[in-house]
């Protein structure tokens, strides 16, 4: 129990079953939804045959809702399989969410305790605002720990007017091709569950009741409105799959641009800077060890800029 409970106060574990759970929700949410309609759908075929004479209609409830239990007993395996697949992807884009900022914290701690490191980011994947301006900063400020002097250094001109977080498209594209690749998949098992369901049920319908004009037409008219819900549910899983991106993209661009700006403060002049984290817990540390590597450059150029 201590072993699981220091586990739950790290911030990055945290972090990473945040991301694993707003996942999962999403899947959940349709199959819950659609789980609704199907059981609204089961009471009015109820109503229906009740209303058309058919005196079984208890033991009939009882054989729907038997096969339905039976065919979830099937579904189970694929479910918890899918879960798996979905831990594994989150695990890897939590880290991926990361690593830009890994790579700047390893960079300090390095350079804080004097070993000879280096600072390589990965253009294509990383923060591209982040971690080019990151590689100029780290350069330049190496140079001038050297020289013991931060002057006549001259930030280029695509990062002067940069005052906002901007949007990362290569970066957004990575993560949410990965992403998309398992919601698409979640949103086609969510929806072929729901039709294996519904078709049986009718085909059960179909077995068990005598046939007839009207429960024919009633049958084929179910179909329709279930194809309107089903598409309505996919729309649905849509809309909150790409929410889950741009949320995902505003968790580490905003921080992202803090640290940018607390670099560009820091070339100006201001040796006091500090990047200051409010709501982005995952990112504390690494924040924390960016904090203690401007402190200990401003000790090794001096209190004033020279």
């Not at 990062?159 to 990965?178: G, V």
């Not at 800077?273 to 401003?298: C, E």
Request: net charge positive.
């Amino acid at each position: 129990m201590r072993k699981i409970k220091k586990l739950l106060e790290n911030d990055l574990i945290l972090f990473r079953i945040g991301i694993l759970w707003r996942l999962i929700t999403i899947p959940i949410l349709s199959l819950v939804f659609n789980i609704i309609f199907l059981s609204i759908f089961l009471q009015f075929n109820l109503l229906f045959f009740e209303s058309q004479g058919y005196l079984q209609v208890e033991q009939l409830q009882g054989a729907f809702y038997d096969f339905i239990f039976s065919r979830l007993l099937i579904y189970v395996p694929y479910f918890i399989g899918f879960i798996a697949l979905l831990a594994f992807l989150g695990i890897y884009v939590s880290r991926l969410l990361l690593r830009p900022f890994k790579l700047i914290a390893e960079y300090c701690q390095g350079t804080i305790d004097g070993k000879r490191v280096s600072y390589d980011p990965e253009f294509f994947r990383d923060l591209k605002l982040l971690t080019s301006f990151s590689e100029w900063f780290f350069n330049s400020v190496e140079s001038a720990m050297k020289n013991k002097e931060l002057k006549g250094l001259i930030i280029p001109k695509k990062f002067q007017k940069i005052h906002r977080p901007i949007f990362e498209t290569s970066f957004f594209l990575h993560y949410s091709f990965l992403l998309s690749l398992g919601m698409i998949a979640a949103g086609i098992g969510v929806h072929m569950f729901a039709i294996d369901i519904h078709s049986h049920l009718i085909e059960l319908s179909q077995v068990t009741l005598k046939k007839s004009k009207v429960i024919g037409y009633f049958m084929g008219g179910q179909v329709d409105l279930f194809d309107s819900v089903t598409i309505f549910t996919l729309t649905l899983h849509l809309l909150l799959h790409i929410f889950l991106l741009i949320r995902l993209h505003g968790m580490v661009a905003t921080p992202a641009f803090a640290l940018f700006s607390t670099m560009r403060g820091f070339i100006k002049g201001n040796l006091n800077a500090k990047a200051h984290l409010v709501g982005h817990y995952y990112l504390r540390d690494y924040f924390r060890i960016f904090n203690q590597y401007l402190g200990h450059v401003k000790n090794s150029i001096g209190d004033e800029k020279k």
